[in-house]
Nanobody, 119 residues
Framework: QVRVVETGGGLVQPGGSLRLSCAAS????????MDWYRQAPGKERELVAG???????NVIDTVKDRFTILRSNDKNAVYLQMNSLKPEDTAVYYC?????????????WGQGTQVTVSS
């Protein structure tokens, strides 16, 4: 089973920046992709950005000029660089990992990290 841990959340003023980190550890053959989701109070969880282990990225239109997703294959980690943060970016940010174990493709979620954008 893969353990996924997110770090880097916190309180930031509008216009500020944060860098979220997500690390996967445990037993697996390979990681196929890692994604960042977020869930604001009273709203559904939404995909923010994803990256395959070959480097293909996908970032939603509402943040693509402000957020960047990066990976470190040797650390089994993914990062979300968030710039020019807005109050509407306030949410719990979750990391999801797709990995292969034997012949199965599985996924694992982290516990989330809170991002609050407020003055």
């Amino acid at each position: 089973q893969v353990r996924v841990v997110e770090t880097g959340g916190g309180l930031v003023q509008p216009g500020g920046s944060l860098r979220l980190s997500c690390a996967a550890s445990g037993t697996f053959f390979s990681i196929n992709a890692m994604d960042w989701y977020r869930q604001a109070p009273g709203k559904e969880r939404e995909l923010v950005a994803g990256i395959s282990w070959s480097g293909n990225t996908n970032v939603i239109d509402t943040v693509k000029d402000r957020f960047t997703i990066l990976r470190s294959n040797d650390k089994n980690a993914v990062y979300l660089q968030m710039n020019s943060l807005k109050p509407e970016d306030t949410a719990v940010y979750y990391c999801r990992t797709f990995y292969r174990l034997g012949s199965r493709d599985l996924l694992s979620w982290g516990q989330g990290t809170q991002v609050t954008v407020s003055s």
